[in-house]
């Protein structure tokens, strides 16, 4: 089943007695959720006819008793039940025994007055099994995938909208870069730029840069960019604001070996002559980072990007062996990057 197709027939009171929501995008879960909640129960009712169920501590059949039982007072129930990691192919690191065959008799005949509702953090399902097999006979399966490219500026435009405030060309790129694209820090920040721009307000690229809270990717891209320029002491600037914000070194070191792999992808695709938005929808990425990130490759040779990662995969080695203090690794790293 289609995200938008689901929520869009929930919006309109059509509800599938179940749904198995999968995918890193959690907005997307909540989203459907809400909406299925909002046209089935009652607000005065909700708190007694939505069950909420833990698959690491409690047995699937468990959650189908409750599915079975008879609302109380009310025409219909929700049941929702997360971690519904027996429908992948990774190992449940719960101590609970999962009776599959009684969910898969449940299938062949739910009842009409609950919605069932299984979500799982999982990109993909094991479409091996014969559970997520007959799941998928149903159109029960809901991917909650993230918006990449220009979906996720269209998505930022159209929050912006609703808001009643207009995001200046550049506002919405520096957000998704600001915020990681990850859609409810988006839509948190949205909330909070729309009362600052008043209603039929405008909001700039430098007021978003001003306003909201860069992720720890976006100050490593901020990093890696003076270290571009010869900026230096900036670069050392920003690595200690980021071990102020708690940030482990080796996530750091993670980050910094992300984006310099990006880099040369993204040099790599450039030469083969494919667009930004090509290489967006290859990679993954936002066309404007992929700009930003073609900028940075443009000191660097293939070679040099190649050999960067391998010293940023000793630096980790070493950190992770003890074999040298975390963070003077990543000083002398990025001062021998300058030098360089």
């Given amino acids: 089943m289609e995200l938008r197709k689901a929520i869009k027939a929930a919006s309109t009171g059509t509800i599938a007695p179940i749904y198995v929501c999968y995918g890193p995008e959690s907005y997307f879960m909540k989203q459907l959720i809400d909406t299925i909640t909002e046209q089935a129960i009652e607000p005065e009712h909700r708190e007694f006819a939505v069950s909420k169920f833990d698959l690491q501590e409690t047995p699937v059949e468990q959650v189908i008793e409750d599915a079975e039982t008879l609302p109380f007072m009310v025409p219909r129930k929700i049941v929702i039940a997360k971690n519904a990691v027996l429908f992948t192919g990774a190992k449940d690191s719960g101590k609970v025994d999962h009776d599959v065959d009684r969910l898969a008799a449940y299938l062949k005949s739910p009842v009409d007055y609950s919605v069932l509702i299984f979500t799982v953090n999982a990109d993909k399902l094991d479409e091996r099994k014969k559970i997520v097999k ?6 029960a399966l809901v991917p909650c995938l993230p918006l990449l ?6 998505w930022v435009q159209d929050r912006a909208a609703r808001l009643r405030f207009t995001l200046l060309p550049g506002a919405a790129e520096q957000l998704v870069l600001n915020t990681g694209g990850h859609l409810q820090a988006l839509h948190s920040e949205l909330e909070k730029l729309a009362l600052f721009a008043g209603d039929g307000g405008q909001v700039s690229a430098q007021l978003v840069d001003e306003l909201v809270a860069r992720s720890a990717e976006q100050n490593v891209f901020l990093l890696i960019e003076d270290i571009v320029q010869l900026r230096l002491d900036k670069a050392l600037t920003t690595l200690h604001e980021l071990l102020k914000m708690k940030e482990e070194p080796i996530k750091i070191v993670n980050l910094l070996a992300r984006q310099f792999r990006i880099m040369l992808q993204v040099k790599e695709l450039v030469q083969q002559g494919y667009s930004h938005q090509q290489i967006a929808s290859q990679i993954g990425l936002h066309p404007y980072a992929v700009k930003l990130a073609d900028g940075q490759t443009r000191k660097y040779d293939t ?3 190649s050999g960067i990662l391998s010293q940023l995969a000793d630096l980790d080695y070493r950190m992770k ?3 040298i203090d975390k963070v003077l690794g990543l000083e002398l ?6 030098a360089a």
């Fill in 134 to 139: 007959a799941l998928k006979d149903q159109d």
């Fill in 149 to 154: 490219g220009d979906d996720l500026t269209r």
């Fill in 303 to 305: 070679a040099k990007l």
């Fill in 321 to 323: 062996s003890g074999r």
């Fill in 333 to 338: 790293f990025l001062l021998g990057l300058a």
